[in-house]
Each structure stands twice: as C-alpha cells, then as structure tokens.
C-alpha cells in the first residue's frame, strides 16, 4: 500500500502548483476594481476604438512604435472655497444665551432638559435642589407638599422665570 501512494501523493504535488497558476492568471473582479486603467472594460475598448495616426509624409508608418500614454486626469478636484459668513445682526453678548422659543411646551421642555431635576418629587432632590426651591418659596409652610402638588410649568416657571417676570422681580 505505501509503494503506491508515494507515487501519487508526488504526482499530486507535480500537478497542483499547475493548476494554481491558470487561476491566478484569470482576471477578476477585483482585478478590475483595484486596477480598472489595465483591466477595466473602458480601458480595452478605448484602446480598440483609438484610431491610427496618419503616416507622416516621406516616411513610412511605423506599426511597432508606441504612442507615449495620455497624462492621467487629476484624481482630487479642488472644492471652491465657501464664501464668508454674513455678520450677525445680534450682539455677540447676546448669542452665547439660547433663545427663547416662541412655543411655551418647547420652552418647558428646553428647561426640563437643561434641569431634569424639576420631575423629581422633594424626597428625591438633592439638598442643593431643595435648598434652591426653598429660596424660591420663602412663604410655602410645606415645602415638600408644595413641591409635590405643583405642576411642571409651575416647576420650570420658579427655575427659569419668563422675560416679563424677571424685569418686574429686578424692581421697578
């Protein structure tokens, strides 16, 4: 048994590299896509449809000469620079400070997002959160019912008062 095997496991090995390099010598896709100037399908009928220069006068046409390869085209086109951004008519003071949206449910929910806080029930603040409110409610005896019994814009409203509260709590 083993006189005939070695036989073939050489034969094998004779004949297998062989066949390995038909295949490497196919083109494939990936052939076409890393390399498409040598074998891309643009690439082999441009060179069919290229037409023949014209023999030069008192000499004949040479066949075998080759004709130097156009230049490549630029493969990264410049963007057009963008123009200048318009001034702002708005101080620059007034910019950092987010606008106030024009809805009242935005604005409630723009100030329950920057504190979210404000949906919490008393026994859940911080005492730094119940220390603000306290300064907030000066007359509540309960301040932890009172807390709890108000509303979410009422919440948001002792937080971020709106713009004519803020001028009428300044003094007149």
Known sequence: MRSTSRPILLLLCLVLPLAGCAAMNQV???????????????????????????????????????????????????MEPLPDPAPSPTPVAA??????PADPEAGLRQTVR???????????LRLTEQARI???????EDLPGTWDSMGLA???????????????????
Do not use: C, I, N, Y
């Not at 014209?54 to 000469?65: C, F, M, V």
């Not at 910019?95 to 106030?100: G, T």
């Not at 920057?114 to 859940?124: A, D, I, V």
């Not at 306290?134 to 509540?140: F, G, I, S, T, Y």
């Open 28 to 78: 494939t896709a990936l052939d076409r896509f890393f390399d498409p100037e040598r074998f891309g399908a643009g690439a082999t009928s441009a060179r069919a449809a290229k037409p023949a220069s014209p023999p030069r006068a008192g000499r004949p046409a040479t066949p075998s000469r080759p004709e130097p390869p156009p230049a490549p085209a630029p493969s990264v086109v410049a």
């Open 95 to 100: 910019s950092h400070r987010p606008a106030a």
């Open 114 to 124: 920057q504190h979210p806080w404000l949906t919490r029930f008393w026994s859940e």
């Open 154 to 172: 009422d919440r948001a409203r002792l937080v971020a008062p709106q713009a004519e509260e803020r001028r009428w709590a300044s003094g007149p």
């Open 134 to 140: 306290a300064r907030q409610l000066p007359a509540a």
